[in-house]
């Protein structure tokens, strides 16, 4: 029932990130209402086998005297039976309906919810974090740049006057000796490991078993030598001009489109200390992109956290606090969006980029 459970929640006119919806240990009051409802509960129910047993006599001491019996009258309790399978049949068939949607029906899918940053955390800033994957970067042993990548990502498909969705995805991109290189994408969702996710089928989306293959593809070489194809630079001059060649800008990127460039790069390539350290200098020089804090992002890594508002949207950067590798991106809508279903703060995309 725990998928049911979930839609069903998400039909609740109660925002999802109610206090009263968290998981975890019940606080001082509530265990109080709790053994309340309970011992209430047991109350009535001794009552109702008391006054059945008492009814039961009465009726039939009724039946012999000619007089009318004390006990609750036999429809009463019927009609407690009937509500209650009433009750059943409904939720059962709300379930159904949100898991077995028609071709015509978007599923009720909840979305993630956004990163928090820990109230109690001090922001670090890009600066000292660049210094840090520097030192990394010089280090013996330190890991090498690697052409391929495995990523998780998150994107919201949006149409008018149907809801909006989110596709939980995983990525895996292998290249070979000869420059042919297979990606195999999955469906999965790292919350709930194990469970049916949202997936692409031809008439739409459906409900599919974690883990489902979506796609498995091999292309042939490919000969360019183009960003991204080629390997990224290790100094911030030639980066920065990679990342713009590799985006098709007419001139310096933006913070957001250096951002989507970041993106680009390591869906491509998993880079290595010396690009980490190139990559975290630039990101260091961008405009607007603010320290905030420590995060901890969708796989349960810690992260150091940095974010840039404009656009109609809240970019969000994940990096490690021990390399400055960028773990994450995440960008929330700023604003509602009714015709498209959407409310400030939904999760519009995400990638967790795995090393």
């Known amino acids: 029932?725990?998928?049911?459970?979930?839609?069903?929640?998400?039909?609740?006119?109660?925002?999802?990130?109610?206090?009263?919806?968290?998981?975890?240990?019940?606080?001082?009051?509530?265990?109080?209402?709790?053994?309340?409802?309970l011992a209430s509960a047991s109350a009535d129910t001794s009552a109702d086998t008391s006054a059945s047993a008492g009814g039961h006599a009465g009726a039939e001491a009724g039946a012999e005297t000619g007089g009318a019996g004390t006990g609750p009258r036999p429809w009463r309790t019927r009609t407690r039976l009937l509500w209650a399978l009433a009750a059943t049949v409904v939720i059962a068939v709300t379930a159904t309906a949100l898991l077995l949607a028609g071709p015509n029906t978007t599923p009720a899918v909840a979305a993630p919810r956004p990163l928090v940053v820990r109230a109690d955390s001090t922001p670090v800033p890009l600066d000292r974090l660049a210094e840090l994957a520097e030192r990394e970067a010089g280090d013996d042993g330190a890991a090498g740049l690697r052409k391929g990548t495995h990523v998780q990502s998150w994107s919201v498909g949006m149409s008018e006057n149907e809801p909006p969705i989110t596709l939980p995805v995983e990525r895996v991109v292998r290249w070979n000796a000869d420059d042919s290189h297979t990606v195999l994408v999955?469906?999965?969702?790292?919350?709930?490991?194990?469970?049916?996710?949202?997936?692409?089928?031809?008439?739409?989306?459906?409900?599919?078993?974690?883990g489902h293959v979506i796609s498995e593809q091999t292309f042939p070489p490919s000969w360019s030598?183009?960003?991204?194809?080629?390997?990224p630079p290790?100094?911030?001059?030639?980066?920065?001009?990679?990342?713009?060649e590799a985006q098709h800008l007419d001139g310096p990127p933006t913070t957001p489109e250096l951002l989507d460039a970041v993106a680009v790069l390591l869906d491509t390539w998993t880079p290595g200390a010396r690009e980490n350290a190139a990559l975290a200098r630039l990101l260091a020089d961008a405009e607007g992109l603010r320290p905030v804090g420590r995060v901890t992002d969708r796989l349960g890594r810690p992260g150091q956290a940095y974010v840039y508002d404009g656009s109609g949207y809240r970019?969000?950067?994940?990096?490690?606090?021990?390399?400055?590798?960028?773990?994450?991106l995440e960008s929330t809508a700023s604003a509602d969006e009714p015709e498209y279903g959407?409310?400030?703060?939904?999760?519009?995309e995400y990638s967790a980029w795995i090393r």
């Not at 959407?342 to 519009?348: K, L, N």
């Open 315 to 328: 970019r969000m950067l994940i990096m490690d606090p021990a390399t400055g590798a960028v773990l994450g």
């Open 225 to 231: 030598d183009a960003p991204p194809q080629s390997p």
């Open 234 to 244: 290790h100094d911030t001059a030639r980066l920065r001009a990679y990342l713009r």
């Open 186 to 210: 999955v469906a999965t969702d790292p919350r709930h490991p194990g469970r049916r996710v949202l997936g692409e089928a031809d008439d739409g989306p459906r409900l599919v078993d974690d």
């Open 342 to 348: 959407v409310e400030a703060g939904d999760v519009m």
């Open 1 to 37: 029932m725990a998928d049911e459970l979930e839609l069903l929640r998400r039909a609740d006119p109660v925002p999802s990130d109610d206090p009263r919806l968290g998981d975890g240990p019940l606080g001082p009051g509530a265990e109080s209402h709790l053994a309340h409802l």
